[in-house]
């Protein structure tokens, strides 16, 4: 019985040749590791093993990576729950990497469950870079690129008169009106209605959705979808909170989307019980949704096609919320900061055109500082400093630095309009850093890169400009302390100014 179950005996020399097999072995793995020809990723804060970087910067994070792009250089990386994030701090790398690699740098960090919950692919700004994006993106091109944009010039007119009868009324704030005259503008551009207040119920779910979706823009916010079945949680649980806001950001696109689709129909009947579509000049009053409808009667009214005018809409509404409103409020701050560039702005508008007179587009060539005035807000202080990610959709390489497939790149626009070697003084406002440049909307940082540059530039190009020359016709802006300017911005992912205590008077 003693013989059946028989251990052999191990000699110590054989244990000492295994172990110094094993050990060599694992040696061998780190110095092929280490002899790698792979190059290392670009410099940044460390954090810990597996976790990677736990405090991220949340408080007007674009003016940390400032700080950080000193130590660390152009490009600062770190990695939050096994995910890369890569901030851009330089114009040079931020072409290099997002315009000339553009068809590896154009996807969206829209992957996991809770993404497909949050249906952000509804967005096209959040849509990610597929064959559906591109078809979605040539619609809204054919819609809001230059040429299309100037048919929208009448509303905008039409809107910014109003705008300036009632903005001195002291029972709506500044800025809520400021908020209602960007959004109008849309809702009457795209679906031909009028909206009173921004404290309606659509434009009301614009900002609401607005606001959820503003802390998707800080790098690192989002790693903890790489949680397993965090979809999952309850909202109880910790973490749970996360699969409710994504529900509700969901709801609120839907709401947007269908509510506004299901008054567009009603439009629509109204439209064709009119025969609007054989009297060319009724036509060009229609909204945008009604003539595209039109034209689709007889040809491909699938539930594709319907889907993406549907998401169009939306998205044309929920864009102009904040960064169009961020803009124009800028602006009043600017002009209350600094009182004399309002003053060389009137006598511009006063010799050209005569005191008083409203502006219209065919002037903009006769009044260069009115443009840049212009140009010095979008740069001052662009709407959403970091901008929206972009994630690298292969290996990528820059400088002998190597950043990974699934990288969430951020390109810190504020870092690149405040660079001291293209900006001189770059905290103040200053419209005559742009004299004699050539007025070129690429130019403009604020509108993003590459492939996912933002398409309804040319329309919010014209809104922004018309309604400041109109302001500046017509108004005068009374005077703030000159203080440090960043006091009255807010602290979230959107540059906005938190309120406008300046008082506007009549000039006529």
């Known amino acids: 019985m003693m013989g059946i179950f028989h251990t052999p005996s191990v000699s110590l020399p054989s244990i000492f040749l295994a ?60 990695t939050r729950l096994g995910r890369h994030y890569l901030v851009i ?15 590896l740098t154009s996807d969206r960090p829209v992957h996991t469950e809770l993404d497909r919950i949050a249906t952000l692919k509804r967005g096209l700004g959040t849509a990610p870079y597929d064959d559906e994006w591109r078809a979605y993106r040539k619609l809204m091109h054919q819609n809001f690129r230059a040429a299309a944009s100037i048919d929208y010039r009448p509303i905008e007119i039409k809107h910014v008169c109003k705008f300036l009868d009632r903005i001195d009324s002291p029972e709506i704030s500044l800025k809520d009106q400021v908020s209602t005259l960007s959004q109008v503008i849309m809702y009457d551009s795209v679906y031909g209605l009028e909206i009173s207040s921004n404290k309606e119920s659509m434009p009301q779910h614009a900002r609401d959705m607005a606001e959820l979706f503003e802390s998707f823009l800080i790098p690192g916010w989002d790693a903890f ?28 696109i839907e709401t947007i989307a269908e509510d506004l689709w299901g008054q567009t129909l009603k439009a629509m009947v109204g439209f064709m019980a009119s025969n609007y579509w054989v009297d060319k000049s ?27 005018l549907k998401n169009m809409g939306m998205q044309a509404v929920s864009a102009a919320t904040d ?32 005191h008083g007179k409203l502006p219209s587009f065919d002037d903009r060539l006769s009044l260069p500082y009115i443009d840049a005035i212009y140009l010095e807000v979008m740069r001052w202080h662009p709407a959403i400093p970091l901008g929206v990610q972009h994630v690298s959709m292969k290996d990528i390489f820059y400088k002998g630095y190597y950043i990974p497939k699934g990288t969430a790149i951020s390109p810190n626009i504020w870092a690149l309009t405040h660079d001291e070697s293209q900006f001189s003084k770059p905290d103040h406002f200053i419209p005559e850093r742009h004299s004699n440049k050539e007025n070129n909307i690429s130019s403009i940082l604020a509108y993003g890169f590459g492939r996912r540059v933002c398409v309804g530039r040319y329309m919010a190009n014209d809104t922004i400009w018309i309604t400041i020359a109109s302001v500046l016709a017509t108004k ?32 006529l």
């Not at 945008?288 to 699938?302: A, G, H, I, T, Y």
């Not at 169009?324 to 006063?350: G, W």
């Open 89 to 103: 701090n330089s114009l040079e790398a931020a072409n290099e990497i997002l315009e000339r690699q553009a068809q």
């Open 282 to 308: 009724d036509e060009n009053q229609s909204s945008l949704m009604v003539k595209l409808l039109s034209e689709k009667q007889l040809k491909d009214r699938s539930d594709e096609n319907i889907e993406l």
């Open 19 to 78: 172990s110094t097999l094993i050990f060599s072995a694992i040696l061998g793995i780190f110095s092929y590791a280490r002899r790698s020809p792979r190059p290392p990723y670009p410099p940044g804060p460390r954090g810990y093993w597996i976790l990677g970087l736990i405090k991220i910067p949340m408080i007007k994070p674009w003016i940390t990576y400032v700080k950080w792009g000193k130590e660390y250089g152009d490009l600062v990386h770190f």
């Open 323 to 354: 960064t169009n409103t961020s803009a124009i409020c800028t602006f009043f701050l600017a002009m209350s900061l600094y009182p004399d560039v309002q003053r060389k702005a009137q006598q511009e508008l006063d010799t050209v055109l005569g």
């Open 225 to 252: 979808k790489s949680i397993p079945l965090i979809h999952l949680f309850p909202s109880w649980f910790p973490g749970g909170h996360h699969r409710i806001n994504h529900e509700m950001l969901s709801k609120m």
């Open 476 to 507: 005068n802006i009374s005077s703030l302390p000159n203080e440090n300017a960043e006091d009255y911005f807010c602290d979230g992912s959107f540059c906005s100014p938190k309120h406008l205590d300046c008082k506007i008077t009549s000039r």
